[in-house]
């Protein structure tokens, strides 16, 4: 079975441009997760959709950042434009149902510039 | 708003020595507390999590304890070998809010 995949895996830009983070779960889990992390802070929940609807979007820094799973498969951050302090690693994660295990992708590396 | 204190920041045991790991959390609603571990440059996994109708849990090297009343939980790795060195988060999640929170992660180093 695939694991939770994002894309891309490293980006760097400059201030002011667009970059989308891309998110494909593990098939079948309706719930996924969006978290941030700056280095030596915490794993920073971001916001959650279950399918296609955004059930908790409470840890969304800013109106720069802008999330959709349409059609209730794989998910995009974009983030626009970007500021110096978008810099840090952004993991997905999905589950199956609510208040079981959730598990990660790698990650993409976002450094500003 | 809910969140997780975790410490020490950094811990650094000799090989064979026990490592503890300790957390906090906020919302006593929180009911499942899951540890993840992430090797360098790989994703958080999941090590082991312990419900809040259980006050201890143990796979073979590595134990969780659940104080509620305290709202305390916390890692335990024995025999420690290098291959344990990592970052190790811990999180509570709450079913009234259907979120995990993460603490600030912990990098523990295991020398040889």
């Known amino acids: 079975e695939a694991g939770v995949t994002q894309f891309p895996s490293h980006s760097v830009i400059e201030k002011g441009q667009t970059v989308t983070l891309r998110c494909d779960p593990i098939?079948?889990?309706?719930?996924l997760y969006w978290y941030r992390r700056v280095m030596g802070k915490e794993i920073k929940f971001l916001l959650h959709?279950?399918?296609?609807?955004?059930?908790?979007e409470s840890g969304m820094p800013n109106n720069r950042f802008l999330a959709e799973r349409t059609g209730g498969t794989y998910s995009t951050l974009k983030v626009q434009p970007a500021e110096l302090e978008d810099s840090g690693v952004y993991f997905c994660?999905?589950?199956?149902?609510?208040?079981?295990?959730?598990?990660f992708g790698e990650g993409s590396w976002l450094t500003v510039v | 708003g809910e969140n997780v204190e975790q410490h020490p920041s950094t811990l650094s045991v000799q090989e064979g020595d026990s490592a503890v790991i300790k957390c906090t959390y906020s919302?006593?609603?929180?009911?499942?507390f899951p540890w993840y571990k992430q090797e360098l440059g790989k994703r958080p996994q999941l090590i082991i999590d312990i419900r809040s109708n259980v006050g201890e849990k143990k796979d073979q090297r590595i134990a969780v304890t659940l104080n509620k009343t305290a709202k305390h939980f916390s890692l335990h790795i024995t025999e420690t070998q290098p291959e344990d060195s990592a970052v190790y988060f811990c999180a509570a999640f709450t079913s009234g809010t259907y979120k995990y929170i993460f603490g600030t992660g912990t990098r523990l180093k295991v020398l040889a």
């Open positions: 919302d006593s609603a929180s009911n499942y």
């Open positions: 959709f279950v399918k296609e609807s955004k059930q908790d």
């Open positions: 994660a999905s589950s199956q149902s609510l208040g079981n295990t959730i598990y």
């Open positions: 098939s079948g889990h309706d719930n």
